[in-house]
């Protein structure tokens, strides 16, 4: 299994430029988020979604939208990308952990993909 | 909402030592506490975790406390070695919630 994958790993956008981070999963998790991480910041979430068809904001959603149109796909995608935007991305997608009855969700995290806007 | 505080932001130790960094979380609700490691270029990967039904867990070299009174937990690392160094992020949740709130994260090094 190749876990979570994230396309591309490196990319340059000039400022109001639009793109698309894909984000694939193989591990039939239905959850999956999208974060960004800047230093000093730790992760912070984007967006996430809790199955195909469905996302939610997270805590910094501005400026970025995304789709879940397959269950192991979860795209990022920024309309018009601003400096303020320059990140670290990284996708994760979790599966519940039960015990009697709680459940929890492990989080499974992708390489990253490194964003920056000039 | 969570909010989750994590000390140190970096830390130094040389191998052999121990390291422990600490984590406080404000939503008493709150109940379980993964901790992630990133080494440079990669992303987060899970290395332990525990559920508020147990006050410590370990795993080998690394250990996790967790205080419920106090609403704080912490990472161990014995024996620390050099393959250690990278950075650790705390995270706290509770059951039903599919999200996580993390810590800023602490950078350890460990020197040879």
């Known amino acids: 299994n190749a876990g979570v994958t994230q396309t591309p790993k490196f990319r340059v956008l000039k400022t109001g430029q639009s793109m698309t981070l894909l984000c694939a999963q193989d591990?039939?998790?239905?959850?999956m988020y999208w974060y960004r991480q800047d230093p000093g910041m730790g992760l912070r979430l984007i967006h996430y979604?809790?199955?195909?068809?469905?996302?939610a904001k997270g805590e910094v959603p501005d400026g970025y939208n995304v789709s879940r149109l397959k269950k192991q796909n979860f795209l990022l995608g920024l309309e018009s990308a601003a400096p303020s935007q320059t990140s670290v991305y990284f996708c994760?997608?979790?599966?519940?952990?039960?015990?009697?009855?709680?459940?929890?969700?492990?989080?499974?995290f992708g390489p990253g993909t490194r964003l920056t806007v000039t | 909402g969570e909010n989750v505080e994590q000390h140190p932001s970096t830390l130094s130790v040389q191998e052999g030592d121990s390291a422990v960094i600490k984590c406080t979380y404000s939503?008493?609700?709150?109940?379980?506490f993964p901790w992630y490691k990133q080494e440079l270029g990669k992303g987060p990967q899970l290395i332990i975790d525990?559920?508020?039904?147990?006050g410590e867990k370990k795993d080998q070299r690394i250990a996790v406390t967790l205080n419920k009174t106090a609403k704080h937990f912490s990472l161990h690392i014995t024996e620390t070695q050099p393959e250690d160094s990278a950075v650790y992020f705390c995270?706290?949740?509770?059951?039903?919630?599919?999200?996580?709130?993390f810590g800023k994260g602490t950078m350890l090094l460990v020197s040879p």
């Open positions: 939503d008493s609700a709150s109940n379980y």
């Open positions: 979604s809790v199955g195909e068809g469905t996302t």
């Open positions: 591990m039939n998790h239905e959850y």
């Open positions: 995270a706290a949740t509770h059951s039903g919630y599919s999200t996580l709130t």
């Open positions: 525990i559920r508020s039904n147990v």
């Open positions: 994760a997608s979790s599966y519940p952990l039960t015990s009697g009855i709680n459940y929890w969700y492990e989080q499974y």
